[in-house]
Structures are given as structure tokens and as C-alpha cells.
């Protein structure tokens, strides 16, 4: 079994930065690949950006490029997600998820492809 604990969230203001962590427990690290997805108040889950488990692709929704950047520490057991010039329309619970499968790059910003999900953390950016 795997284990994802968020933290990082919390209130910005508008054009502020916050720094998501993900640390992970229970397999093999640095063998997953590592999503982010986010769900506002009536609204679906929605990808974020994610990362391979060799580190060789990272992948991000159109909404977050240029903003967000997802990184990883397996040495550490924990994904990040950096979150600069934030927006009103960023606020949601935020989620990390991590999967074994040999999926594909098309697949990896897939919610169906992850199998471990951590609690979420709120994220509130104010305007």
C-alpha cells in the first residue's frame, strides 16, 4: 500500500506563490509516476501536471503552463508542485496522486491511470 501526504496549502493573495510537497511512503519511489490534480467547489477533478518516474517528461494542463513547475526528490520520497503568479481561479483542494503502471505519456495526466491519492490541500488565492 502507498501512502501521499499533502502540504503546502493555505491563502495567497492574487499573483502570490505556494509551494505544494507530496511525501510518499510504502513502495518504491522513485518507480511511480507522480500527478497533481486539483477540484474546485462544483467542479471535476482536473489535471494539473505530472511527472514520469525517470524524471524524462513532465506535463502540464494549458491553464497552469509557464506558472507551475512539478519536481521531484526520491532521495526524499516527495513531489513538488511550485505555484508562482497565482490566480482566483487556482482555488481548489489540491491532490497529488502516484502510480506503478507502465503508462503511457499520453496517459499520464489521466485520472484513471493513478491508483493512490493522497487527502488534498486547500489552496485559496484571494483577489
Known amino acids: 500500500q502507498v501512502e501521499l501526504v499533502e502540504s503546502g496549502g493555505g491563502l495567497v493573495q492574487t499573483g502570490g506563490s505556494l509551494r505544494l510537497s507530496c511525501a510518499a511512503s510504502?513502495?518504491?519511489?522513485?518507480?511511480?509516476?507522480m500527478g497533481w490534480f486539483r477540484q474546485a467547489p462544483g467542479k471535476e477533478r482536473e489535471s494539473v501536471a505530472a511527472?514520469?518516474?525517470?524524471?524524462?517528461?513532465?506535463t502540464y494542463a494549458d491553464s497552469v503552463k509557464g506558472r507551475f513547475t512539478i519536481s521531484r526528490d526520491n532521495a526524499k520520497n516527495t513531489v513538488y508542485l511550485q505555484m508562482n503568479s497565482l490566480k482566483p481561479e487556482d482555488t481548489a483542494v489540491y491532490y497529488c496522486?502516484?502510480?506503478?503502471?507502465?503508462?503511457?505519456?499520453?496517459?499520464?495526466?489521466?485520472?484513471?491511470?493513478?491508483?493512490?491519492w493522497g487527502q488534498g490541500t486547500q489552496v485559496t488565492v484571494s483577489s
Open positions: 510504502g513502495r518504491t519511489f522513485n518507480n511511480s509516476g
Open positions: 511527472i514520469s518516474r525517470s524524471d524524462i517528461v513532465t
Open positions: 496522486a502516484a502510480t506503478f503502471r507502465p503508462i503511457t505519456i499520453s496517459q499520464i495526466m489521466s485520472y484513471g491511470s493513478y491508483d493512490y
